[in-house]
């Protein structure tokens, strides 16, 4: 028997039990510096695969060799497994049914893929997987840049009077229930530039150049507004038009500096028509105030002249009274009267002649005349 050890099996050939016990014994050593790390990596894996086994309900170390040879290496399911299997797979459940809503959010719930509910802001349930849930923003504004602001000939529109304009918008909306804008538009944003188009189209063609150009850009918003907003409600669109910035109204660029020619030419018409009207405003005033001092001044003439008569008339009557009483009295006062008034203003030197007429009583060389003008002149 000891010479047997050192047979096929013997010696320092093998590197099981026998050959531990020869290094033991004082056989020979492996070198050092051999391949050590190699095994035990393998180790290391194989008590992990020992280890899973464990939390599998499979068998330990102890029962490797047996479990190996009856084919009972794999896992083998007991309750604390099933266990874990079903807490795993209600936070998962739970993970997929619960969600949360933001303050400017609101989320449809799908039943089966049709429309079932609401949803508000706050935590929400939808049991996954027979109901789903979309989330969407409600209140945030989303703008549509109309026209010619990206650069193409998109605002170029004719209007009523058949010029063309070059017009720049901006639609601002948001969503007010979201199940029929889910449902109802295929494309939402794309239906809302056409609506917006169309809808900027028909006001123009409605309108004229100078308007639009000057004064009328926020009527003209404001009906944009309306018709838009009109249109998507028929839809069902759940769309809401906020309002819309009118930004730019021009002519085209071709024809810009010719325009702005045209637009000078029309102002200092106007400027001229306002001064022309102010010249003929004043001299019109002037005329109707003259016009209406003459009546006045006729009017009073008129009068006076009236009034003139109707005295000439009672005086001719007081005196035809008087003369029917005292002809010979009347007759001489009228005589005085009258010669009164031809003669009161005529330079005269009166006479009187003597018995012989022939005027002696006056010094033939006195300078009457020349006396009388000196008084008047002095009294002057």
Known sequence: MAGNSGGPWGGGGSSGGGGNRGNNGGGRKPPEGDGPQIPEIDELMKKGQEQLRVLMGGRGGSGRGGGQGAGGGGPVFTKGTVLIGVVVAAVLWGAASFYTVKPEEQSVELFLGEFSAVGNPGLNFAPWPFVTAEVIPVTREQNED??????????????????????????VWNI??????????????????AVSESAMREIIAQSELAPILNRDRGIIADRLQDLIQT????????????????????PPQDVIAAFRDVQAAAQERDRLQNVADAYANRVLAEARGEAAQVLEEAEAYRAQQINSAQGEASRFSAVLEEYSKAPDVTRKRLYLERMEQV?????KIILDENSTGQGQGVVPYLPLNELRRNQVQESN
């Open 176 to 193: 007010n229930d979201p199940a029929k804008f889910l449902f109802n538009l295929r494309d939402p944003r794309q239906t809302i530039r």
């Open 146 to 171: 109309m026209g010619g602001a990206r650069g193409s000939d998109d605002g170029l529109m004719l209007t009523g009077d058949e010029n063309v304009v070059d017009i720049d918008y901006q639609v």
């Open 343 to 347: 003669l009161g203003d005529v330079d």
């Open 231 to 250: 249109t998507m409600d028929s839809y069902d669109s759940g769309v809401n038009i906020v309002r819309v910035n009118f930004d730019k109204a021009d």
